[in-house]
């Protein structure tokens, strides 16, 4: 284990405590402490993997301590930046609300929506203006008067709306917020493989302490003071933490193990809401969302499947049995794919006749798109030859995701024989 992982500073990932009381030196309480932001106490900040991975809940394991987190590491950036306190503020109340569009399972039921619409959907696009309305309705008094002074509530409620899409009101904010030193990222991405680190994932990278990593950032992207040796050792950490990033999404986010899994999970819900329009999405938690599958017989079954300790009973790829016809439907399937309601009846189009040819029930038949980072990787430096701005100015070798993603379809049938 190196210098950044010592076991004392893998702590970081349970301090609830020093989170909290760095925010209440700017913040009220009762700003805290609002329903929207309460609510990811019940949100899994792994999804669908901490039941795959049989990780035990605890604070840690929230989207609640991970948001905390962001707001504590976004403070550091603010005072090693020097912003003045009404930039402070926004930055926190950003930070606070930047995941309050997830729903149930995090990211693990988002292409319950993409595979609707045809195009991506996740727990940002979800978040509508009336969302930072609605917060500051009956906070809005609480915030210190240096930011009442200077913002009506509605100006306020549009510059975090406007944050919240990445339109930022100042560049000292931007900067902070800025993908891949952003404290969402270097949060998120360790305190992930912190919570997997004895699940036997195959990394061979230990979690790093963020709080380490935003000094990182700032000395070689700010810092002009710092020696070349001092630059240098924050260039190699960040580029194993950028190792690890691209170790997790290729291991595990994307591994075959996990995408069955959605797949199961966005169909059981599909099972349950035949239209996201009927979802409360932003209102459920993990536990009533869990008790609504456990009502229905057909995603009670598939929740069974994908929480037993047998793997027999996670579905598979169809490429896996037939390959030849997998890509013939797949290329089939993408050519016929329309926005909206089309979309989704060419899915259960697609669906149905394939199960009929295998003799599955139709709900055992999942055309699961999804949409996924492309990587730089020396191997196929061929496909992605693009260099980001960061790795430009930085001089770091993260080989960052391009900026596209890409819509990917895979059928999922079950590889048991159960129907």
Not at 149 to 157: F, G
Request: glycine fraction near 2%; hydrophobic fraction near 35%; charge should be neutral.
């Amino acid at each position: 284990m190196n210098s950044h992982t010592s076991n004392k500073e893998l702590d970081y990932f349970s301090r609830q405590d020093d989170y909290i009381s760095a925010i209440l030196s700017y913040l009220d309480r009762r700003v805290i402490d609002h329903p929207y932001i309460n609510r990811l106490k019940e949100i899994s900040f792994l999804g669908i993997l901490k039941r795959i991975y049989s990780i035990e809940s605890s604070f840690a394991a929230t989207r609640y301590s991970h948001t905390l987190s962001v707001a504590y590491l976004s403070l550091q950036y603010c005072n090693k930046l020097n912003l003045d306190e009404v930039e402070i503020i926004i930055v926190l109340l950003v930070a606070l609300l930047h995941d309050i569009g997830h729903g149930p399972f995090s990211h693990s039921i988002e292409t319950y929506l993409t595979m609707w619409q045809g195009y991506k959907v996740d727990h940002e696009n979800k978040v509508l203006p009336n969302k930072f309305e609605k917060f500051l309705k009956n906070k809005y008094e609480f915030l210190p008067s240096v930011i009442t002074n200077k913002y009506s509530q509605s100006e306020l409620a549009k510059i975090l709306y406007y944050s919240f899409k990445k339109d930022f009101s100042s560049k000292n904010i931007a900067n902070i917020f800025k993908y891949p030193t952003d404290p969402d990222n270097l949060d998120g991405i360790n305190r992930a493989y912190y919570l997997l680190r004895d699940a036997g994932t195959g990394i061979d990278i230990q979690p790093m302490n963020p709080l380490r990593l935003i000094d990182d950032a700032y000395r070689i992207m700010y810092d002009t003071t710092s020696s070349s040796t001092d630059k240098n050792q924050s260039k190699t950490s960040l580029e194993k933490f950028y190792q690890l990033e691209r170790k997790l999404f290729e291991k595990v986010f994307y591994s075959t193990t996990i995408l069955a899994a959605e797949a199961m999970l966005c169909r059981a819900i599909e099972l349950i809401y035949p239209s996201h329009k009927h979802m409360p999405y932003q209102d459920l938690t993990d536990l009533r969302l869990e008790r609504k599958i456990l009502g229905n017989p057909k995603s009670m079954l598939l929740w069974n499947w994908i929480c037993s300790e047998n793997p027999q009973y996670l579905f598979v790829p169809f490429s896996f049995i037939d390959p030849v016809k997998s890509k013939s439907l797949t290329l089939e399937y993408g050519k016929l794919q329309k926005p909206g309601n089309m979309f989704y009846k060419t899915k259960k189009n697609f669906e149905a006749k394939l199960a009929k040819e295998l003799g599955l029930d139709p709900e055992l038949v999942i055309f699961h798109s999804y949409y996924s980072y492309h990587w730089h990787l020396e191997s196929q430096a061929y496909l992605y030859n693009q260099t980001s701005l960061f790795e430009i100015e930085t001089g770091i070798n993260a080989r960052i995701p391009t900026d596209n993603r890409y819509l990917t379809t895979t059928i999922y049938v079950p590889q048991h024989n159960k129907n």
